[in-house]
């Protein structure tokens, strides 16, 4: 059998401050990969003449850089842009600003091979400031992967199987941390999920049982001030803390804290129907609907809607907390929408 290829693509757009140690991480892959397929999206720093130089520097590797459309995408249309042009067996998301270990890509390469039925495998990865020095975040117990997998691992430190129902609460990693197999690649190309991308790619894993965690860190995810997206989490800094801010949200839960949660719920199973997923059934339809009203009651904060919520057939899909939470906005909860 030939050995399967590997396509990075990476997505830019005005990251001169860490772009250079990003693509230095890649070239110093101890597996090399297949093809490097790039493209800016207009950036108005010096982006360009950064890649530009750095290509010219590595003229054995294999780099695409894309130039059309030109002008400015946005970037989903810029990120689907780079894996409708993505030719590799597998493909792997990068990000302009963190920096990966050198084995990554032999790791990840090394774990497809094993699990051939893996069509989506999520690693780890530890944190750095904005100055490359590496920080960590407090454990939550009985949590992994930097407090996003809150479900036991079978194989801490090894490949772990992740199911369909443990991913339609919540998204378990980042984009950057992904090994996708191209036939999911080509089905995340023929939908418009409404999903963030890393998410919608690990929900069409999940759906055929190919969705795994490698439970081993293998980049550095850098934290800074001009992050497209963030983790949150990483701005944990004690156990105290943590208490704080939990006691807080209980006594005056801002909006986000009781609504955002179950707007991910609501679009990831909505998410889930759009796929044409074969299991399917109208107890799905029951849970939409009862996340719908759930977000009415928030949004409107009505209290003959909470009622209405209470008498559906579904009570068990908020727990004891999630209740009291409910009940705390509608009597005392921040009413700021942002």
């Not at 991480?25 to 999206?41: I, M, W, Y």
């Not at 369909?164 to 080509?186: F, P």
């Amino acid at each position: 059998m030939p050995t399967p290829s590997l396509s990075i693509v990476l997505a830019l757009y005005n990251g001169q401050t860490y772009l250079l140690e990003q693509l230095d991480s890649l070239a110093a892959q101890s597996r090399p990969f297949d093809e490097l397929v790039l493209r800016d999206d207009g950036s108005t720093d010096h982006t360009i003449s950064i890649v530009d130089q750095w290509i010219q520097k590595h003229p054995h590797l294999p780099i695409i850089r894309l130039t059309k459309p030109a002008g400015n995408l946005g970037f989903t249309a810029n990120f689907r842009t780079l894996l409708e042009n993505a030719k590799g067996d597998y493909i792997l998301l990068c990000d302009q600003d963190d920096r990966w270990n050198p084995d990554k890509l032999q790791v990840l390469a090394d774990a497809a091979a094993k699990y051939p039925q893996a069509s989506v495998i999520v690693s780890s990865f530890t944190f750095m400031d904005q100055n490359g020095k590496p920080f960590s975040i407090v454990a939550r117990k009985g949590w992994s992967n930097q407090n996003l997998i809150g479900f036991p691992l079978a194989h801490p430190a090894g490949m772990n199987q992740v199911k369909l129902e443990d991913i339609l609460d919540h998204n378990i990693g980042q984009g950057c941390t992904m090994l996708v197999r191209k036939d999911i690649i080509q089905k995340y190309l023929e939908l418009d999920l409404p999903l963030p991308h890393d998410w919608a790619l690990a929900l069409l894993g999940a759906m055929d049982g190919g969705l795994y965690y490698l439970d081993q860190p293998l980049m550095e995810y850098r934290i800074h001030s001009e992050n497209t997206t963030g983790l949150p989490q990483a701005k944990e800094t004690s156990k105290l803390a943590i208490l704080q801010a939990k006691i807080s949200k209980v006594v005056r839960p801002p909006y986000r804290t009781v609504s955002a949660p179950f707007q991910d719920k609501l679009d990831a199973l909505k998410a889930l129907k759009l796929t044409g997923y074969k299991g399917w059934s109208q107890q799905d339809e029951v849970k939409i609907a009862f996340f719908e009203t759930y977000l009415q009651v928030i949004n409107e904060k009505s209290w003959k809607k909470a009622r209405k919520l209470r008498a559906m057939h579904l009570p068990s899909l908020l727990t004891y907390k999630e209740w009291i939470l409910m009940y705390s906005y509608l009597l005392f909860g921040k009413t700021d929408h942002s």
